[in-house]
């Protein structure tokens, strides 16, 4: 069992930054892949940001890839998603994912077994 919680969230200007950060308990955290997803009202749920159990690959979507930047932190079992020129179409409930080894495609909510509750971020024009 993993538990997440995200925080970082908030209000922000168009251009502006946010840093969340997802801090997990329960499981041995260097064991799973983290992912950020968001969801905006009306939208599914789509990916973000994944990094791998090791840490040595990252993966983005094209609408945050070079903007966005996700680390981890195995010591503090922490995941951070660093958001830059943020846009309103960022506009979200980010939720931060945990999938053991994560061998398939990160991209995919599927792959993943833990979820948090999600953090509301909110980009005004």
């Known amino acids: 069992q993993v538990q997440l919680v995200e925080s970082g969230g908030g209000l922000v200007q168009t251009g502006g930054s946010l840093r969340l950060s997802c801090a997990a308990s329960?499981?041995?955290?260097?064991?799973?892949?983290m992912g950020w997803f968001r969801q905006a009202p009306g939208k599914e749920r789509e990916f973000v940001s994944a990094?791998?159990?090791?840490?040595?690959?990252?993966y983005y979507a094209d609408y945050v890839r070079g903007r966005f930047t996700i680390s981890r932190d195995d010591a503090k079992n922490t995941v951070l998603l660093q958001m830059n020129s943020l846009k309103p179409e960022d506009t979200a409930v980010y939720y931060c994912?945990?999938?053991?080894?994560?061998?398939?495609?990160?991209?995919?909510?599927?792959?993943?077994?833990?979820w948090g509750q999600g953090t509301q971020v909110t980009v005004s024009s």
């Open positions: 990094i791998s159990w090791r840490g040595g690959t990252t």
């Open positions: 329960g499981d041995t955290f260097r064991d799973y892949a």
């Open positions: 994912a945990a999938g053991l080894y994560g061998l398939g495609s990160l991209n995919s909510p599927a792959e993943y077994n833990y």
